[in-house]
């Protein structure tokens, strides 16, 4: 396909995608509740599914020694540098079906699409689905992508997730070898560049009336572990006066976070997604209280300046309350800009498809936040119904499945390396 190749009008790409969405879906630890976490069985046994669709598609593939699905497609000779595609298959708890696989899935249909034709192209074009970027077992994120891109951090093997266990015991449980990870690492010099399709996960391209837009960049993210400690008490007997309630303290941390947030007029946000009180009996004044906090803002030094704000001031609440606190940095993303030449290209393959290009940041967070440490970043994001994501009603319509395999499948056809530095 080239820039004048006619638009396919037949959503044949879509509704291949939407049926795969829905197989991969059905892969879940809880049948009411779509939920796949990393080096689980259910990674497992999606992991297969992905690698057999890579292979349906022409593509050699593997799982590498972290748990991501790895596909290559050779160019016009064997072992050309690659243009890498790709997106994450783990999920949020209770998740929707298209954060992460639409994009996965879109690549994987779009090298089928080329393998059918029988095309080969000037590059090798290199399929990754990453196995744990939303960071829900082990507190931290992007771990697939960051072995990918030869900056995962083994001190992370010895996090244990809320069962207790380690990621290391993790890794080798799942058939791994945790030693082997820094083999999955790619160098710059073997990507010509890094693209993902993306869900929005917010309501811009709906209000745009738009089904794809080139994304500027991602915001990067703040996540902190706090845990207050207090004196576990009977309910009935400890006046007001002499508690140290800890998980009235943090609620009044809760309360705070979300007053400085909303208060802020320039689109800083905090969530504080996880909270776990012991010992948890009605009649017991609870003596700990361990809460996760997420701060994200459209640049790097608000957010940082944010998150110093917060922590003085659960210091000062829990210093007032006689409380306890080991307050923690789990993880840190810098904002990641996507490069200015794949924009472009992402901007020419959208107009070649009969859409207007539209720029927008994501608030959400990405693989390519890691990949930009050994490729230039370029995303593609898909409307979805209402902005809605990290929740089961998250939706998007086949043609606009359709449109975004079709920008991307056009984007790969058309794709011109960068010259000079890579
Ligand atoms: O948290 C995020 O922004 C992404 O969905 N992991
Ligand atoms: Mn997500
Ligand atoms: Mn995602």
Redesign the pocket.
């Known amino acids: 396909m080239n820039a004048d190749t006619p638009r396919r009008e037949d959503l044949q790409l879509g509704r291949e995608i939407v049926g795969r969405i829905n197989e991969l879906a059905a892969i879940s630890e809880d049948p009411a509740r779509l939920t796949r976490l990393f080096l689980t069985a259910e990674h497992r046994a999606a992991a297969e599914l992905i690698l057999d669709w890579m292979r349906q598609a022409g593509m050699s593939a593997h799982m590498d020694p972290i748990g991501n699905v790895r596909g290559r497609y050779e160019g016009e000779r064997d072992g050309l540098p690659a243009l890498m595609l790709g997106s ?1 298959y783990d ?2 708890v209770d ?1 929707g079906k298209w ?2 696989p639409l994009g996965l899935i879109t690549a994987i249909s779009g090298v089928a699409d080329l393998h059918r034709r029988g095309l080969k192209l000037p590059f090798a074009i290199e399929v990754v689905g990453f196995a744990d ?2 960071g829900v077992r082990f507190a931290s994120t992007l771990l697939g992508s960051r072995a990918v891109a030869g900056t995962f951090d083994e001190s992370v093997l010895s996090v244990r997730d809320r069962a207790g266990i380690s990621l290391r015991e993790a890794v080798k449980a799942f058939g791994l070898d945790p030693g082997q990870i820094a083999k999955a690492a790619r160098v710059r010099g073997d990507l010509l560049g890094y693209l993902e399709l993306h869900i929005e ?1 917010g309501p811009v391209l709906e209000q745009e009336n738009l089904p794809v837009g080139v994304v500027t960049a991602i915001a990067g993210a703040t996540r902190l572990a706090a845990r207050l400690t207090g004196m576990a008490g009977h309910a009935g007997t400890v006046p007001m006066q002499l508690r140290r309630d800890a998980l009235a303290g943090a609620a009044e941390c809760i309360h705070v976070i979300e007053e400085l947030c909303r208060a802020d007029a320039s689109g800083l946000v905090g969530t504080v997604g996880y909270i776990h009180a012991s010992p948890g009996a009605t009649n017991v004044i609870p003596g700990e209280a361990a809460f996760t906090i997420d701060m994200r803002a459209p640049s790097d030094i608000h957010r940082e300046r944010a998150v110093t704000g917060i922590v003085h001031r659960i210091e000062e609440i829990a210093s007032r309350r006689q409380l306890g606190l080991q307050i923690d940095v789990t993880h840190e993303n810098r904002t990641a800009p996507c490069a200015p030449w794949l924009r472009a290209q992402i901007a020419e393959a959208i107009a070649a498809e009969g859409f207007r290009a539209f720029d927008l940041p994501s608030g ?2 990405h693989d390519g936040m890691a990949m930009i440490d050994v490729a230039d970043v370029g995303m593609i994001f898909v409307r979805c119904r209402g902005g809605v ?2 929740h089961p009603d998250e939706h998007v319509e086949l043609a606009d499945a359709d449109a975004g395999a079709r920008v991307l499948l056009r984007l790969v056809e058309n794709f011109r390396p960068q010259t000079g530095a890579q």
């Open positions: 994450h999920t949020v998740a954060d992460g970027e939303e996960q959400a967070g994501s990290h």
